[in-house]
């Protein structure tokens, strides 16, 4: 090709340039193909960034709607629980409000049960004085009843006395009468007696 070159000499400037033309183009042609599969590389890329980009969407998506309901479950567990909270205040508020109800009670029925027990003590110590003047009463009464027993026998006694004297006064006025009725005709009619 050398000895060709040189022969041709005028034509040696656009034999080069033609010969380079083949190689130009199958070297635009390496280059096409190289940059097509570049391209194609390229373009795969693209598209797999595309549909990691969707699936990073689909997955961004997925998140916040578990995380919204995350938050709405929260956010009804915090309202539940803040309710909780108040219903459990107003109970505590109910119990302790009764409690103090019951203390003032307890209280109450301390005063009472002291005020008893006084008023216990004074009718016990009042019984027992009772009983005791009972006690002294009733001897006294059965002193006076036994007395009385000896008064009543005694009267009986005496009654029996009485009507035995009145018995011989009653005898000895009829002897009496019967003397004095029998000196009466024994003596002279102009006699007093």
């Known amino acids: 090709m050398n000895a060709i070159i040189l022969l041709t000499s005028p034509l040696q400037p656009t034999n080069r ?8 183009y199958n070297d635009l042609g390496g280059e096409k193909a190289a940059l097509s599969k570049e391209l194609i590389k390229s373009e795969e890329e693209r598209l797999n960034i595309a549909k990691n980009l969707v699936d990073l969407r689909i997955e961004n998506n997925k998140v916040t709607e578990q995380a919204e309901e ?7 567990k915090a309202l ?5 909270t108040l219903e459990l205040q107003m109970r505590n508020e109910k119990i302790e409000k009764q409690y103090a109800e019951l203390k003032e009670k307890c209280e109450q029925l301390e005063l009472d ?11 016990k110590t009042n019984f027992l004085s009772t009983n005791r003047d009972y ?13 009385l027993l000896n008064v009543v026998n005694a009267r009986v006694v005496l009654q029996k006395e009485k009507d035995m004297y ?6 000895l006025r009829a002897k009496l009468d019967g003397k004095s009725t029998e000196a009466a005709f024994a003596a002279p009619r102009g006699a007093v007696l």
């Open 17 to 24: 340039k033609t010969h380079l033309f083949p190689q130009a």
């Open 70 to 76: 995350k938050t709405h479950e929260q956010m009804n």
């Open 80 to 84: 539940s629980l803040e309710n909780d």
């Open 113 to 123: 049960r002291r005020e008893l027990q006084d008023e216990y003590v004074a009718l």
């Open 135 to 147: 006690d002294k009463e009733r001897a006294r009464g059965e002193e006076l009843g036994l007395e």
């Open 166 to 171: 009145e018995t011989e006064v009653e005898k």
